[in-house]
């Protein structure tokens, strides 16, 4: 392994409004608030990646706007090279994010400019052949993911596909994937544990995480403790801080225990990317973790 992370995927902005309660069909509800927030699971799981101490670059596709700028603000300010981000005409993509009280949440997206992310440029794949990991989600074309998989493929770069929103995936796609990570109703609409994958990850929430690797029996990882504020963002967290720890050296289920506490951290505060904690504050919980179990 590199230690390098490579994240090819959705750049948004978050427009959260926050209620009691979510509405149902046809409800109309009044909002506390409303904020804006850099988002979309490429960027947030690059994120996660670079502050889990990996080198991380993110290709991606962002709008010709001020939503655009957001972008390309975070992704600098976390070190990594904005002029990976592809600028497009037309809109930034954009997720409508509602939060209930509990910390619940739905989201609609607008794909904007990452629907325009359809091949990659050579020099795009050759960051791929370059590094340990690749992470993929599906809020981009699956002409590119396909793209980047067989690459990373050719290359000997481990493959981690984060498979949302939930679609059947494609054969090709999944052929080049060592790791996928999926939540439980991911895990059930595909039925995961069917698909010819090495290694299966099902997030629970407050249940923990299931690692299922192929000729080995489960592993269940039980969840810290956590008073949950926001969970936008927590799955993307698990993501990149599991491939930063693979693209270390760790395996799956070291890097699963990470991923998960970095995960409980991140529902503790609000927005996906300001929420996504640092390696020193994961680090942090797991001395204090093994001090309780003593």
């Known amino acids: 392994m590199t230690g390098k992370v490579t994240v090819v995927g959705s750049a948004n902005v978050d427009i959260v409004t926050r209620v009691a309660r979510i509405p149902a069909p046809g409800e109309t509800v009044t909002a506390d608030s409303l904020e ?18 990996a080198d991380t670059q993110l290709v991606a596709a962002i709008g010709n706007d001020a939503h655009g700028k957001i972008i390309i603000d975070v992704v600098a300010g976390e070190q990594m090279n904005p002029t990976r981000l592809r600028r497009e005409e037309g809109p930034t993509g954009t997720a409508f994010v509602t939060i209930d009280a509990a910390g619940e949440n739905n989201i609609v997206i607008v794909p904007g400019a990452n629907g ?10 050759e960051l791929i052949r370059a590094s340990g990991v690749l992470v993929c989600q599906l809020e981009v074309p699956d002409s590119v993911v396909e793209d980047a998989v067989s690459t990373a493929w050719e290359a000997g770069t481990a493959v981690v596909l984060n498979p949302t929103p939930v679609r059947a995936v494609p054969a090709a ?23 010819p994958v090495p290694c299966v990850i099902t997030t629970l929430g407050a249940d923990g995480v299931k ?12 969840a810290r403790k ?36 970095a995960g409980s951290l991140s529902v503790e505060e609000q927005g996906a990317v300001p929420s996504i904690p640092t390696k020193q504050a994961v680090d942090d919980a797991l001395r204090l973790e093994r001090v309780e179990n003593q």
């Not at 936008?232 to 599991?242: E, H, K, L, R, S």
């Open 173 to 195: 796609i999944l052929a080049a994937v060592d790791v996928l990570i999926v939540n439980e109703h991911e895990a059930e609409q595909l039925h995961a544990s069917d698909l």
């Open 226 to 261: 956590t008073i949950s504020i926001d969970s936008t963002g927590a799955g993307d967290t698990f993501v990149g801080f599991f491939a930063a720890a693979i693209a270390a050296g760790a395996d799956y289920e070291t890097a699963a225990r990470r991923a998960s506490v």
């Open 36 to 53: 804006v927030y850099p988002g979309g699971k490429g960027l947030n799981q690059a994120v996660a990646a670079r502050r889990a101490g």
């Open 116 to 125: 325009t992310l359809r091949r990659l440029a050579e020099d795009e794949r």
């Open 211 to 222: 690692l299922d690797i192929r000729g080995e029996s489960s592993v269940r990882i039980d």
